[in-house]
């Protein structure tokens, strides 16, 4: 099974790509500047590393575009 190359992609565009090949996100983690409080996400953040669980499940970093 050949994993999409997904960063870059918002999350929503990365979500539709995941799900076509076969696989499920297992986790969201958004990642920001110190002192910027995170913890919800919108469609619209960006892929910045993906980290393959096993071989139905992937972890996604996310960030919010300027």
Same mark, same amino acid.
């Given at each position: 099974? *050949?994993? #999409? ?7 929503? +565009? ?16 958004? *990642?920001? #500047? ?7 996400? +919108? ?24």
């Amino acid at each position: 099974m *050949t994993f #999409p190359d997904i960063i870059g992609f918002t999350l929503g +565009e990365a979500a539709k790509e995941i799900e076509k090949s076969g696989m499920e996100i297992s986790s969201v983690t958004v *990642t920001s #500047p110190p002192r910027t409080k995170t913890g919800c996400y +919108e469609d619209y953040y960006r892929v910045v590393r993906t980290t393959i669980v096993d071989k139905k499940k992937v972890e996604l970093l996310v960030c919010k575009p300027l």
